[in-house]
């Protein structure tokens, strides 16, 4: 592919994984069949989920220490109300960190079914930094915190420390850097960021930590229902499931987190120095906030937008629009995407 994809999600995904992918839709495993007409419950199905499971498991380093991660539907969506549906005591209280659009569209969706106490919220600045001095109450029934913020470009760097069940949306850095996951008894993701295309859920929770409500849960929505049957309550959906599998083999052959976070920093810091030395542009974030995922920045000067917009154009960057709710530009630079991709777009900035 000849084009620069900085789009926010989905997103960007490793060519060699679109070509295995690509090969599996026209004849998957050599079984002269396409990875999406055969059964889910089929021998070669059931491996690529166990081994997708596994991947997840063991990239996190959460192997053996009482997790189980499953592929789920309805994407982090669905999860901001089954979270608190499998989580929250009937009359029940939780807390939340409002960090953005979408920790303020989970707080909506568990107010539906108990007490929300919002901790800390950045919504006085539009979001632009991470709170940091909170109190997590100890009379709640979990903390839920957004890990990055696609939209603002913030990402939590030291996650608060709580003596309860700690909930973490990680869609748009899950997989990009080395964190200690045990801190975390629920990590929930969208698939369409670092992993593969939209349509499967990863949720990757702490089984001790299920069946202490006496809420009546709908199957779909429960998680005890999803473990028993290992993610095929119903039809999973099998590419995106496929696609994540080997994203997370590419990830584990690159040397897993650890390597990727590296080059992650490395990208980041690319982009982030220019925008600091060149005088016509500004971040959006906090500095010490600042994603490593979706760096959001401005232009100075709006009389050089359109000029800005061709070079991007002609120089084949896509998907560098600022979401509405902060404007100017960001370019969201997922696991997948190479440091020479940014250095085009920071050698356009400089010779703007
Ligand atoms: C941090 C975060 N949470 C939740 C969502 C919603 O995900 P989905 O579209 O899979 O429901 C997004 C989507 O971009 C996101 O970035």
């Not at 997840?56 to 009482?66: F, P």
């Not at 929505?221 to 473990?227: E, N, S, V």
């Not at 696991?335 to 085009?344: D, F, K, L, R």
Request: charged share 25%; proline share 3%.
């Amino acid at each position: 592919m000849k084009k620069h994809n900085f789009s926010a999600g989905p997103c960007i995904l490793p060519q060699e994984v679109l070509k295995k992918a690509s090969q599996a839709v026209l004849n998957f495993n050599d079984i002269d069949l396409s990875l999406i007409e055969i059964s889910h419950r089929s021998a070669d199905f059931v491996a690529v989920m166990d081994k997708a499971t596994d991947l997840v498991l063991e990239l996190m380093d959460l192997k053996g220490k009482g997790y189980t991660a499953l592929f789920l539907q309805g994407g982090a969506s669905l999860e901001f109300l089954m979270v608190p549906y499998n989580l929250m005591k009937t009359n029940g209280k939780a807390a939340y960190l409002d960090t953005g659009t979408w920790s303020s569209k989970a707080i909506k969706e568990a107010k539906l079914l108990g007490e929300i106490d919002v901790v800390a919220s950045s919504k006085d600045k539009n979001y632009n930094y991470i709170p940091k001095d909170f109190k997590i109450p100890g009379d709640i029934d979990y903390f839920h915190c957004t890990s990055n913020n696609t939209i603002f470009g913030t990402q939590i760097k030291k996650f608060p420390k709580t003596e309860g069940v700690m909930v973490c949306d990680m869609s748009s850095d899950i997989f990009s850097r080395k964190l200690d996951f045990s801190q975390f008894d629920l990590i929930y993701a969208g698939a369409q960021k670092n992993m593969g295309p939209a349509g499967a859920t990863l949720v990757v929770i702490k089984n001790d930590i299920l069946g202490k409500t006496d809420r009546t849960i709908p199957s779909m929505l429960d998680y005890q229902i999803h473990i028993s049957k290992e993610s095929m309550f119903n039809t999973p959906p099998v590419f995106s499931v496929y696609v994540s599998m080997l994203t997370l083999e590419w990830l584990k052959n690159m040397g897993g987190i650890e390597a990727i976070e590296k080059l992650n920093n490395a990208k980041a810091e690319l982009l982030y120095n220019e925008i600091d030395s060149n005088p016509l542009f500004e971040g959006a974030a906090a500095i010490e906030d600042r994603s490593n995922m979706n760096i959001t920045f401005l232009l100075k000067d709006d009389t050089k937008k359109d000029r800005f917009d061709a070079m991007c154009k002609d120089a084949g960057i896509n998907g560098i629009k600022g979401h509405r709710s902060v404007g100017g530009f960001r370019a969201s630079v997922y696991n997948a995407m190479p440091i020479e991709s940014i250095q085009v777009l920071v050698d356009i900035m400089n010779k703007l």
